[in-house]
């Protein structure tokens, strides 16, 4: 069988240590499919060809970067980038109508190239989708015949001109996979009918650890000491501003929820002699995105810093799950840390902004270990925490008992591909 090639049309940031551990599990699906190509689109194709290095291929998607974002206001740079990168698909489906694959010698860009080579074209993973991000790419691939796929995502809109949007464009692809249940309520009810459409489970829960002899190395590295317990954490900017919701400026907010989780470390230390350790699950682009200004901040807010470690080094997926897989109890902002958490079985504490991805870890967590960040209090996390730690080899017993339940659902991700490609090959023989 010829190698499949499939192109992943949109980015996968790999400074998001999330976003990179859906995209190495969409890797494990992809192994049912036998010998596979996977082209990426990238922003920032020089960051993500380094850290991806031979097991993805990384194309420049370099279109609308012409446009002057200094001079131009936010709206109408995000208008005239959408018109334009529809006028470019346009122009190249145009292109292709009259010289067929010879287009790809007038409009030399690679992800043209990219294009025309796939078998398979995905889009919509994590909570990716949206019409303007992605009519485009369904429209062409339509024209090119290339079977498309959201794969493993979430999709949620509000506002009725838009979930008609994603109506008219959702009945356009061939398969659409999703991680939680809400999501396919969503699009039945406002009528994507067309394509089979099923709830499996997020990629990431399938991204394979490092080795127990790289994560002695890493833990040797920043000096981890194996004196239990080990607690591990992740903070995120972005999460911790919406803490504290009756006070009006972002940073008050921010500054609370960093008094806040000091707290909790010095509690934690304090009753249980715990060692606390800040993984950054996210390095950027900027520091909005970095984990470890957030992990920092904290660290200055607490009282017993000796048994603090902020790990400032960057680290794989793979090795911070397996780093992850270390600790005795886990608390977390970053939805896919806890999802490396928890598939370590490692029972763990949740903190989110309440959304439809919360569905996401109640296959997996009981409701009570997913916290709102909206309505916190050091009160509720000490009581939550003395009742995990007390009830911790329990957890794990069912976190035993729900991962291979999950992981069989993530990778049915791959047998449904597998299927839609058999039945295209079968219709155009």
Not at 237 to 265: G, H, T, W
Not at 277 to 299: M, N, S, T
Request: proline residues 3%; glycine residues 4%.
């Amino acid at each position: 069988m010829n190698k499949i090639k499939i192109l992943i049309a949109e980015d996968v940031p790999s400074l998001n240590k999330g976003e990179e551990a859906i995209l190495m599990g969409m890797l494990e699906t992809f192994r049912i499919l036998g010998d596979v190509e996977v082209c990426l689109y990238s922003s920032n194709p020089q960051i993500d060809a380094a850290r991806y290095g031979t097991k993805i291929k990384v194309v420049d998607n370099k279109m609308g970067r012409a446009i002057n974002k200094k001079i131009l206001p936010i709206l109408v740079i995000k208008i005239v980038k959408f018109l334009y990168i529809n006028l470019m698909h346009l122009l190249f489906a145009l292109l292709y109508k009259i010289f067929d694959q010879n287009a790809t010698k007038i409009m030399k860009a690679d992800i043209w190239k990219e294009y025309c080579k796939s078998d398979l074209i995905i889009i919509g993973h994590d909570s990716a989708f949206g019409f303007f991000s992605h009519v485009h790419i369904i429209l062409l691939a339509k024209f090119l015949r290339k079977p498309t796929v959201v794969y493993a995502g979430s999709v949620a809109f509000s506002g009725r001109i838009r979930s008609k949007l994603a109506k008219f464009i959702l009945n356009k692809v061939d398969l659409i996979t999703l991680r939680e249940r809400s999501s396919y309520e969503y699009l039945k009810k406002i009528g994507v009918n067309r394509p089979p459409m099923f709830v499996t489970a997020d990629t990431a829960f399938l991204l394979p650890p490092a080795s127990f002899e790289k994560v002695e190395e890493i833990m040797v590295k920043e000096k981890i000491k194996s004196n239990r317990p080990l607690i591990g954490m992740t903070m995120t900017r972005e999460i911790s501003c919406r803490a504290f919701p009756n006070l009006r400026n972002p940073k008050e907010r921010y500054d609370e929820c960093i008094k806040l989780m000091a707290q909790v470390v010095d509690y934690l230390i304090d009753t249980l002699n715990a060692t606390i350790v800040f993984l950054p699950h996210c390095i950027g682009p900027g520091e909005e995105l970095d984990d470890r200004i957030v992990a920092k901040d904290i660290y200055q807010a607490v009282r017993n810093k000796h048994k603090v470690k902020v790990i400032t080094n960057e680290y794989t997926a793979e090795e911070l799950k397996g780093l992850i897989g270390q600790f005795d109890l886990f608390i977390g902002e970053r939805l896919h840390s806890v999802i490396s958490a928890i598939s370590m079985l490692v029972p763990s504490i949740a903190i989110l902004y309440p959304s439809h991805r919360d569905e996401i870890l109640r296959e997996v967590l009981d409701n009570k270990w997913i916290c709102s960040i909206e309505n916190l209090d050091i009160g509720t996390l000490k009581s939550k925490l003395y009742e995990i730690w007390s009830g911790k080899e329990e957890i794990r017993k069912k976190l035993i008992n729900k991962m291979k339940s999950v992981k069989e659902r993530a990778l049915l991700n791959g047998k449904l591909i597998k299927d839609l490609l058999s039945q295209n090959e079968l219709d155009s023989q």
